[in-house]
């Protein structure tokens, strides 16, 4: 059965129906992948799924992999299971963030699947950094094609590491994944397309700048992928399944929810080392 691709805005993210999640064939995967490309968010609605069937749908786009904090946690699984309750608040996802970029190889793909939802809240929101880079000026894009930025762990991961594990954990943790640095400008692995890389989530500094600098820039980047016009936000309803590409979107997640309780179950795909983008200079000025 081919898939029916439909976008939900005209920027990013797409519908997509038609096909069996479960057994997934070549074609299908194909179809996924051209559909991803192209719209870089995709809602597959709800079908369930078991642990192995969402590895197995995860594998159409890369192979699936421990997220790398989980690993250095002990966890071995693939299949991760994100929980938030009274007990477990929301871990500082509500600012925009492409995952880990603090570590020098980020996913390429996250899958996942609603297993509870809340009464109310509790949505995601992705917002297109292939837009947002078009977006700007030409000169803006040939000065950010040739600067890198550090990316750290949120400060406020250690914490809820601390208080759960103590100082000795949250502070191996935090040795751990100390940061790396990555270009500001990105080349999408698969397409080539040119993508704004920073992100609130992670990004500290802009490389080589004084502070105020640094701080003035990113500050006006982070708002620039703020706008509505780049984004696609989603309401989670049981047994959604939704896919996105890492390096094409940074996404965040509002604690607009909490105490209510929302699962849902993660599989990271694929491997990235950002790249920095080719610019090409045509008569002085920098595309
Ligand atoms: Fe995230």
């Keep these: 059965m081919a898939a029916n691709v439909r976008p939900l805005t005209g920027t990013i993210g797409a519908r997509v129906e038609g096909l069996d999640l479960g057994a997934l064939d070549e074609d299908g995967a194909a179809a ?4 991803l ?15 192995d069937q969402q590895r197995r749908l995860a594998e159409a786009f890369g192979a699936p992999h421990v997220h790398p904090v989980a690993a250095w946690m002990g966890s071995s699984d693939v299949v991760a299971y994100v929980t ?36 109310h809240g509790g949505d995601t929101v992705w917002s297109d950094t292939h837009a947002a880079y078009d977006a700007l000026s030409p000169a803006l894009r040939g ?10 762990m949120d400060p406020r991961f250690a914490e809820v590491m601390r208080q759960r594990h103590g100082d000795e954990v949250a502070d191996r943790v935090t040795a751990a994944f100390g940061g790396t640095v990555h270009p500001m400008v990105v080349s999408h692995p698969r397409t080539g397309r ?15 700048l004084e502070p105020k600098e640094s701080d003035a820039l990113l500050g006006f ?31 965040q997640g509002p604690d607009d929810f ?27 000025i920098a595309s």
């Design 143 to 152: 000065w950010l094609g040739g600067l890198e930025a550090h990316h750290r």
């Design 194 to 208: 040119p993508a704004l890389f920073v992100n609130p989530g992670y990004t500290d500094r802009v490389v080589g």
């Design 37 to 51: 490309d192209r719209h870089h968010v995709l809602v597959l609605g709800a079908q369930p799924l078991d642990d």
């Design 221 to 251: 980047l982070f708002e620039h992928l703020g706008q509505p016009r780049f984004h696609y936000r989603h309401h989670w309803a049981v047994d959604d399944v939704v896919v996105w590409d890492e390096v094409a979107t940074v996404h």
């Design 84 to 119: 938030n309750d009274a007990d477990n608040p929301p871990q500082g996802d509500s600012d925009f963030h492409t995952d880990y970029t603090f570590h020098p190889e980020i996913a390429a793909v996250a899958v996942l699947q609603a297993q509870a939802v809340t009464s």
């Design 258 to 284: 909490w105490p209510e309780r929302r699962v849902l179950r993660r599989v990271c795909a694929g491997v990235v080392v950002p790249q920095p983008a080719v610019s090409v200079t045509v008569g002085g």
């Design 32 to 35: 996924l992948r051209d559909a």
